[in-house]
């Protein structure tokens, strides 16, 4: 039976390891599918894809789009290593781990400021505090914001990956099994996070804002390099989704609620309490809190020590298009 540790490595790498799609022999002369995922961790997705913007945008083209539900940043992730999709959103640290595994991305576009994540257990556990975690089961779904935010919390409570037992599930699922008994404890995602506080009356035990890193649009790096117009044009596309849902908030609640499948003060407590859709503009502040969370996993063990985190993150975060943004 492999240690934790083990788990932990091989659930992180795991997403960037799939055998990703062929690259075209020679550039492409004329593009005809943009592939693009939504999620419910990304509200600006959700209007983008209700109004039709890329569509719009490439309608006198002749270009059509897909758009591909992703459920977790570990989807996301496996999606454009695999080549299925063009663009995914995930959280930086995921996108962080992935590239350091070979993961061909590039991290373009700031689609939110999120608080989505925190530790969760069921308000008759008897856990206050992440060292009261010693010896229980977690569950966790690898390779997400999530899952590094565990890593961390339990690094700096002095907790080794063989004080805790990590059940490998996708966040609906985590959350069941917390309602369920059957976990301790779960690394939650909104809107989930916020369904089980409003609906089963669970509790953030520990909250750490500035530990959740951005979320962060990815594009396939054969795909930048391609069709770099088509990237800009995307963002284009999602600066008005971004700019449409700040002056919207309440069209965005009830969006999210119906997309999500949620109650409307599910979707508002995610967006009013927990979401910040006020960046786009890929930088610094983006650059520094992924890589506090890429030295905190190496110093955790979790990363290799001959990795070199900087590196990797100069090499992950392209901030070319950023001069396609409007603000």
Same mark, same amino acid.
């Given at each position: 039976?492999?240690?934790n540790?083990?788990?932990?490595l091989?659930?992180?790498?795991a997403? %960037?390891?799939l055998p990703?799609a062929?690259?075209p022999a020679?550039?492409?002369s004329?593009?005809?599918? =943009?592939?693009i995922?939504w999620? #419910?961790?990304?509200?600006?997705s =959700?209007?983008?894809?209700?109004?039709?913007?890329?569509e719009k945008?490439f309608?006198?083209?002749?270009i059509?789009v897909?758009?591909v539900?992703t459920?977790?940043?570990?989807?996301a992730?496996?999606?454009?290593?695999?080549?299925?999709?063009?663009f995914?959103?995930?959280?930086g640290?995921a996108?962080?781990v992935? +590239?350091i595994?070979?993961n061909p991305?590039k991290?373009?576009?700031?689609?939110?400021?999120?608080?989505? #994540?925190a530790?969760?257990t069921r308000?008759d556990?008897?856990i206050?505090?992440?060292a009261?975690l010693?010896?229980?089961?977690?569950?966790v779904t +690898?390779?997400?914001? *999530?899952h590094i /935010?565990?890593?961390r919390?339990?690094a700096? %409570?002095?907790l080794t990956?063989?004080d805790?037992? /990590?059940?490998?599930?996708?966040?609906?699922d985590?959350?069941l %099994?917390? #309602?369920?008994?059957?976990?301790?404890?779960?690394a939650g995602?909104? *809107?989930m996070?916020?369904?089980?506080?409003?609906?089963?009356?669970?509790?953030l035990f520990?909250?750490?804002?500035?530990?959740?890193?951005?979320? =962060?649009?990815?594009?396939?790096?054969? /795909?930048?390099k391609?069709?770099?117009?088509?990237?800009?044009r995307?963002?284009?596309?999602?600066?008005q989704?971004?700019?449409?849902s700040?002056?919207n908030p309440a069209?965005?609640?009830?969006?999210?609620a119906?997309a999500?499948?949620i *109650?409307?003060?599910v979707?508002?407590?995610q967006?009013?309490?927990?979401t910040?859709? #006020?960046?786009?503009a890929?930088?610094?502040p983006?650059?520094d809190?992924i890589l506090?969370a890429?030295?905190?996993?190496q110093?955790?063990?979790?990363?290799?020590?001959?990795?070199?985190?900087k590196?990797v993150?100069?090499e992950?975060i392209?901030? +070319? /298009?950023?001069a396609s943004?409007t603000?």
């Amino acid at each position: 039976m492999v240690s934790n540790r083990r788990f932990i490595l091989a659930a992180l790498g795991a997403i %960037a390891l799939l055998p990703a799609a062929a690259a075209p022999a020679a550039a492409q002369s004329k593009l005809s599918e =943009i592939r693009i995922d939504w999620s #419910t961790y990304n509200p600006v997705s =959700i209007i983008l894809k209700n109004q039709s913007l890329v569509e719009k945008e490439f309608e006198k083209d002749g270009i059509k789009v897909r758009w591909v539900q992703t459920v977790g940043s570990n989807k996301a992730l496996e999606f454009l290593n695999a080549g299925s999709i063009d663009f995914g959103a995930t959280a930086g640290s995921a996108a962080l781990v992935a +590239r350091i595994n070979g993961n061909p991305i590039k991290s373009i576009y700031v689609y939110s400021r999120p608080e989505w #994540t925190a530790l969760v257990t069921r308000k008759d556990s008897g856990i206050k505090t992440v060292a009261d975690l010693k010896g229980k089961a977690v569950a966790v779904t +690898r390779g997400t914001d *999530p899952h590094i /935010f565990l890593v961390r919390a339990l690094a700096e %409570a002095k907790l080794t990956d063989k004080d805790v037992k /990590f059940v490998l599930l996708q966040h609906a699922d985590g959350r069941l %099994a917390l #309602t369920r008994g059957d976990v301790q404890a779960w690394a939650g995602l909104d *809107p989930m996070m916020a369904a089980a506080e409003l609906d089963e009356g669970h509790v953030l035990f520990h909250r750490k804002p500035e530990a959740n890193t951005w979320g =962060i649009l990815n594009v396939r790096e054969a /795909f930048a390099k391609e069709h770099p117009d088509a990237v800009a044009r995307v963002l284009k596309a999602y600066e008005q989704a971004r700019k449409w849902s700040l002056a919207n908030p309440a069209e965005v609640t009830k969006q999210l609620a119906e997309a999500a499948k949620i *109650p409307a003060n599910v979707a508002e407590k995610q967006l009013k309490e927990r979401t910040e859709l #006020t960046h786009s503009a890929i930088g610094k502040p983006q650059y520094d809190s992924i890589l506090a969370a890429g030295l905190a996993l190496q110093e955790a063990g979790v990363v290799a020590a001959n990795v070199d985190v900087k590196k990797v993150l100069d090499e992950l975060i392209d901030t +070319r /298009f950023n001069a396609s943004l409007t603000n």
